[in-house]
DNA sequence: GCGCTTAGTTTGTGATCACATTTTACGTTC
DNA sequence: GAACGTAAAATGTGATCACAAACTAAGCGC
């Protein structure tokens, strides 16, 4: 009878469509299904030994995320990502962190200001060991709560696809210089201004945010990939 | 052999899914299936004459699409189409708005100046006649072009969503006041400043643009709907 | 040798069946 | 009479089968 101490909204077994979806959402980004290649229902059955059905159900949600290019009785194309895809979805969370600042210092309570700036301090520690894997964790973490600030699941769910992607993109192609020492002063200066609730310029440091990293990832990628 | 003088990209017989998808996003829209409704998929593949299956995969990409809440075994929910939805819509609408004004006034060509212009003029000639159902589609056509000249086909993707269901509430909940001759100015002003390749004044224009919509359409969805 | 046609294969799509989980309703017990 | 537990119905999920459309390649005619 004891009640179980987990997350408060009990999660109801997810269906193994939805461990198929991340598991191909995994695959793409990591480049283990190739940019631009096809993707046949029955190979990715067997390849993740479950049934026709579930991968089905998988492949309509991806194209609903913009991942996949699907036509009918032509089955579905993993979407090219190359520079100009890279860049135009680091244009889209541009203009979309942009928003999410400005709401965010406008909405912030005092509990979640201190909860940002927390994950902020915990961002920066991370910079300090120059652990990737800790960094874009700890990153992760700090853009979460930034989101929940702005209270609009809409926007997020339009960005939830480019951070997925761009995620994956850093730890396959590292950082470039001090582009971890500029993130943390950018975070500072996205932080300040929240904190002070000046949403025209928390718009601006998140933009500038967004470029900057956008600059970096696409050398990097340009480097790394070709 | 006489080549079918069809649209160049031939398309190749759209399936049941597809068609559903469409019928349950409009049915979505129009309120027939109520905003925070249970969705049943017997009853849906009733509904609409055919099987379970195409109905399924219809419901993954809704979900993916964010007009679907699911749940794991417990099905799939209409979101809420209230107040606070129709505004996070319009505040994702206007950053992205924003950013597409600016990326077309940067990379415009002239051809594509010139159908913009035209556009705006047959939006014009709408407005002039007061008939909502031409003044939408010239609405639509408008910013059909605009959206091709910035050439971001992932924004695009996430304004689409949003863009049927504000044309829908329009359909519904109709103009405001001098809402016509507003928009008119204000598509006037955003191709001004495109044409001029001014991408700083036509992403300002752009989201005045949609600011005023919003708050135009906001009044008058409490006005219709409650 | 080149192009079109046509048969064969592949593959996406739709339908039906079987099962697991959830929800609802009823009955029991304190 | 309320709360818990259990049985039954409803419903989402997974698997298999059957069909149709598209791609491939071989064969035929020019």
């Known amino acids: 009878m004891s009640i179980p101490s987990e997350t408060p ?18 695959d793409i980004f990591d480049g283990v299904l190739a940019s631009g290649s096809r993707i046949k229902i029955r190979d990715l059955a067997v390849r993740y030994a479950v049934s026709e059905m579930p991968v089905r159900e ?12 699907a036509q009918p009785h032509r089955g579905a194309t993993v979407v090219a990502i190359d520079e100009t895809f890279i860049r135009n979805v680091y244009e889209m969370r541009e203009a979309l962190s942009g928003m999410v600042a400005a709401a965010a210092a406008t909405r912030a309570t005092a509990s979640e200001r201190e909860a940002l700036r927390a994950a902020m301090v915990a961002h920066e520690r991370a910079a300090e060991t120059g652990d990737d894997d800790a960094i874009l964790t700890a990153d992760r973490n700090f853009h979460a709560i930034l989101d929940r600030m ?8 339009a960005m939830a696809m480019g951070r997925g992607l761009t995620e994956s993109l850093r730890a396959r192609c590292g950082f470039g210089g001090d582009r971890r020492a500029q993130t943390v002063a950018e975070h500072r200066a996205l932080v300040a201004a929240i904190v002070a609730g000046d949403a025209r310029g928390a718009e601006l440091f998140a933009r500038v945010h967004v470029a900057a990293a956008r600059a970096d990832l696409l050398r990097q990628f340009k480097a790394t990939a070709g």
């Open 150 to 157: 702005a209270a609009n699941p809409v926007a997020d769910r």
């Open 9 to 26: 909204s009990d999660l109801p077994a997810p269906s193994i469509g939805d461990r198929i979806v991340q598991a191909i959402r995994r």
């Open 58 to 69: 998988a492949l309509r949600q991806l194209e609903g995320e913009g991942l996949l290019d």
